[in-house]
């Protein structure tokens, strides 16, 4: 079992930025990526995710405005949000993935960050 920790969350005005963390502890070695989704109201998505070889995919949407990263010697993932928009505002959570048979699925989930961009 992974254990997520994920502060970063907040209020910001549109066009800001935040950076949202989280820290990875206990079995970790077995991880192949690491994600960030949103839940928003009748809204689930995966928004970007690195796997262990650093490889780094984004939804459509955050384009050119997210970027997502890794400190693997500190096991953390980070989230850098920028030219924030009102559509952005999402209880954000990361998860670790792993191989099952011949998928890579969330296994662990952290507890959630609330995101709200106002206008």
């Known amino acids: 079992q992974v254990q997520l920790v994920e502060p970063g969350g907040g209020l910001v005005q549109a066009g800001g930025s935040l950076r949202l963390s989280c820290a990875a502890s206990g079995i970790i070695f077995s991880i192949n990526a690491m994600g960030w989704y949103r839940q928003a109201p009748g809204k689930r998505e995966l928004v970007a995710y690195i796997?262990?070889?650093?490889?780094?995919n984004y939804v459509d949407s955050v384009k050119g405005s997210f970027t997502i990263s890794s400190d693997n010697a500190k096991n953390r993932v980070y989230l850098h949000m920028n030219s924030l928009k009102p559509e952005d505002s999402a209880v954000y959570y990361c998860a670790a993935h792993r191989r099952i048979h011949a998928a890579i699925i969330p296994t662990s989930w952290g507890r959630g960050t609330q995101v709200t961009v106002s206008s």
């Open positions: 796997t262990s070889g650093g490889i780094t």
